[in-house]
């Protein structure tokens, strides 16, 4: 697929800290923010778990982006 | 194989009228591993529990998936329920589809769906490679230890001691006190400090 | 003081500091340096003698430089312990002297000169931290208050001394200086609060409460006396101290608005040169004496107490509260609690309820016979481990260990080294699994195995 193309939207996965991002995405869901639905995030005690062959692992999979936060 | 039962939420109206809840239960009895998926109106109210517990025995399930609210407010709500269900509370997983979905993506109610549908397979994933956990417990000391002897100190290891248990309160000057021995009449009342 | 000196499930362990604390919440292994006093307390009955006849005189700190105290000292008539201790830096005989007086005085037999610093080690569950505040040191700061170098601009604590009846001039407000009774006395607040570029962002929070005290105090005591405020504003968020305030200034206080820019010394006077700021007048009043309201500031010292016990300061030093709100009575460290000033500034209303609420915590986590551990913690698979300890590097809680396993190979039994998980002091957060090579530890509840499946659900 490419950029150009009019409809296209990557896929991204985030990895977000239980006690910092993963709570600050609870509270953009508490205050009703709107973001774009195409990002689907996985909890993680701490961003210091994220093994770097889980972020090879998205792309491999066919993620177009990773988000790692904490 | 494993015997997953998966229980989404309609939050009332909070998930459910952006979130397609059956259509996403529908999904759900799809997944592998999967033996039950069903939705409720208040997963978390006391007949949403017995629900899941009713749905245990029946079915015996041995893993579960609640599709609802954040885990921060409520895993620990039904990791009580698959303890009274039987089961080990740590054989539960959680799927986020209202803080980080319904109420994120309002306008957007098609791809909320399906993205709350991803979220429920990530969670059988994941619950389906879990395996029972215990806490281990360690035995307490029982005494305190109290680092200065100012008022704060002082109140503090008096109502410890006053509880029934040991402290032991150290002060690096030669007497207890801190500052407010140091001080005249004390405000707002100007009654002695000592 | 007395009821916590008498309770009997309270040890007392004065003129001691905390050296190294070891362990974890529910078993904490503290070892702590009991200094020498150079009397034994057993014996010592606390008469007196020996200080009445120590022939060694030095400045008092307990009374801020206002008095003086000898080498063998109680710190002031109500102290607790109410037992001397020898001060080994001026001491005569400690420094090589010939005296030995206080020796020859005791009756009891307590002086002690050979005594030296013990360490004392005992175990405890929960961690109290009460070590309170210090003043800003304004003579480092206040050039236009003269750095220090007239002797009748005072701090609030040294005011308190002075009014204090056991203090250095029996409870009457003297000038430094001569020994007189001051008439005109300027009280300056804010002295390193809320000032960022001489002192601390923040406001100490007591210190309009205790101006409008010692402003009370002076009228009260000084007949014919007059004293004078100079603020930013007046802050009395409390039950009653808005109308303690008023009283204050219906007592005839005279608040003036602005700020003080010079004070010097003219005669036996001292010159206070500012701006009212509501008149948009600038002011120039006579002063016998000036108080300074200084900011509190954390207990000297408090880098590392914090360090040696394990938890964190905030900005300005203070210790840092796991949540503003929520926690405010507990550290990002399980089993360690906070109370009082040392939190940041507050007065005695504030601490005492604090440090109400920081024994509650610790009642709640003592009343427990045994303490469950979180189950998402690391685990080692001992097979697999190398014994490289790259995992022990990494650990932010210095929570693995070094142990070892026996293993039968080419007919020899040999020891092997392993790492080995803590349970107590784990915190979950899987560092260690990311920097392990052969992938022997894992994160039960996160393990390798689920994440990679959750990734994979997620991107299909
Ligand atoms: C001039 C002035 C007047 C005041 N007047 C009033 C008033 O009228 N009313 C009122 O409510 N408040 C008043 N306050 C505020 C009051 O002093 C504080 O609220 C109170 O003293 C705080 O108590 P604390 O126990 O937290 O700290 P502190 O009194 O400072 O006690 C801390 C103790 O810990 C010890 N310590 C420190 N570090 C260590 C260590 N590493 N190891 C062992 N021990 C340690 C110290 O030696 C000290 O004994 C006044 C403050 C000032 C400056
Ligand atoms: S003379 Fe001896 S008994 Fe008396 S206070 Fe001094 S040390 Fe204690
Ligand atoms: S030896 Fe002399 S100087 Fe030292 S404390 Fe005793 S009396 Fe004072
Ligand atoms: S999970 Fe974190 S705290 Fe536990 S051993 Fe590993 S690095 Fe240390």
């Known amino acids: 697929m490419s950029i150009e193309e009019k409809n296209w939207e990557p896929k991204i996965i985030g990895f977000c800290c239980n006690w910092c991002s993963y709570a600050g995405a609870d509270l953009a869901g508490v205050n009703r923010f709107s973001y774009p639905a195409n990002i689907r995030v996985l909890r993680v005690p701490c961003s210091g778990r994220v093994n770097p062959q889980f972020i090879l692992r998205a792309f491999q999979r066919g993620a177009d982006a990773v988000l790692v936060s904490g | 194989m494993n015997r997953t039962g998966v229980f989404v939420c309609w939050c009332g109206s909070n998930i459910g009228a952006v979130v397609d809840v059956p259509r996403v239960a529908e999904a759900a009895a799809g997944f592998t591993g999967v033996v039950l998926a069903t939705h409720y109106k208040y997963m978390c109210s006391e007949p949403g529990q017995d629900t899941i517990i009713q749905a245990v025995r029946e079915h015996r399930l041995d893993r579960v998936v609640v599709a ?84 704060a100190g002082l109140q503090a290891a008096l109502d410890i001691a006053d509880a029934g248990h040991e402290v032991v309160l150290v002060e690096r000057e030669s007497t207890i006190g801190g500052k407010m021995a140091m001080l005249d009449k004390t405000f707002p009342t100007l009654d002695c400090s000592a | ?43 010592c009955t606390g008469c007196g003698t020996c200080w009445e006849k120590c022939p060694s005189r030095t400045s008092s700190e307990y009374n801020l430089g206002l008095g003086d105290r000898k080498s063998i000292y109680v710190s002031f008539p109500q102290a607790v312990p109410n037992k001397p201790v020898i001060d080994r830096d001026s001491c005569r005989y400690l420094n090589g002297g010939k005296c030995g007086v206080c020796s020859k005085v005791c009756p009891a037999g307590a002086i002690d000169y050979q005594q030296e610093d013990q360490l004392v080690k005992f175990s405890a569950g929960a961690i109290i931290m009460a070590t309170g505040y210090d003043l800003f040191p304004w003579e480092e700061a206040y050039g236009e208050y003269g750095y220090g170098r007239y002797p009748d601009v005072i701090t609030g604590l040294q005011f308190e001394r002075m009014s204090n009846a056991s203090g250095p001039t029996g409870g009457r407000i003297l000038r ?64 009653a101290y808005e109308e303690f305030y008023q009283r204050s200034v219906r007592e005839g206080a005279q608040y003036i608005r602005g700020r003080v820019a010079k004070i010097y010394q003219s005669g036996d006077k001292l010159m206070v040169k500012g701006a009212d700021t509501l008149l ?130 080419g007919g020899k039994t040999i020891r092997r080294r392993v790492a080995s998980v803590n349970t107590g002091l784990c915190q979950g957060c899987g560092c260690c699994t990311v920097a392990c090579r052969p992938g022997a530890i894992n994160l039960l509840g996160f393990t390798n195995e689920q994440l990679l499946a959750e990734v994979d659900a997620l991107c299909l």
């Open chain 3, 176 to 239: 430094p200086s001569d020994g007189r009774e001051p008439q005109n006395v300027v009280f300056i607040k804010c002295v390193g609060s809320r000032d960022d570029t001489k002192g601390k962002s923040y406001c100490s929070r007591t210190c309009c409460m205790y101006t409008a005290k010692h402003a009370h105090q002076v009228l009260e005591k000084i007949p014919g006396s007059r004293a004078f405020v100079f603020y930013m504003d007046v802050r009395t968020p409390g039950k």
């Open chain 2, 68 to 151: 609802s609210c954040s885990p921060r407010l409520h895993e620990g709500t039904f990791r009580k329920t698959l303890a009274r269900a039987g089961l080990n509370p740590y054989m539960l997983e959680m799927a986020n589809i209202r803080e980080q979905c319904s109420w994120v993506h309002r306008q957007e109610k098609d791809k909320a769906t399906e993205k709350a549908i991803d979220l429920v397979r990530r969670a059988v994933a994941k619950t389906g490679l879990a395996s029972p956990l215990t806490a281990a417990s360690i035995p307490v000391t029982r005494r305190a230890l109290v680092i200065g002897g100012g008022i």
């Open chain 3, 280 to 409: 948009g007048m600038p002011v120039e009043l006579e002063a016998d004496l000036v108080v300074l309201a200084t900011a509190m500031t954390p207990s000297r010292g408090y880098g590392e107490i914090a360090r040696v016990v394990g938890f964190s300061t905030d900005k300005d030093g203070f210790f840092q509260e796991a949540h503003p709100k929520l926690r405010p009575m507990e550290t990002n460290t399980a089993g360690v609690f906070l109370a009082g000033a040392c939190q940041g500034p507050r007065d005695i209303p504030d601490t005492v309820a604090q440090a109400s609420g920081a024994a509650m915590k610790v009642c709640a986590l003592l009343s427990k016979e045994r303490l469950e551990t979180e189950p998402m913690i690391s685990s080692v698979n001992r097979s697999l481990c190398s014994g490289c300890l790259e995992c022990a590097r990494v650990c932010p809680y210095k929570a693995i260990e070094e142990d070892s396993v026996s293993e039968r190979a």
């Open chain 3, 1 to 43: 003081m007395v009821a916590a000196a008498q309770h009997p499930h309270i040890k007392l362990m004065t003129f001691a500091e905390v050296l190294k604390v070891d362990g974890y919440v529910g078993n904490f292994e503290i070892t702590v340096k009991q200094k020498a006093r150079y009397v034994d307390h057993e014996k």
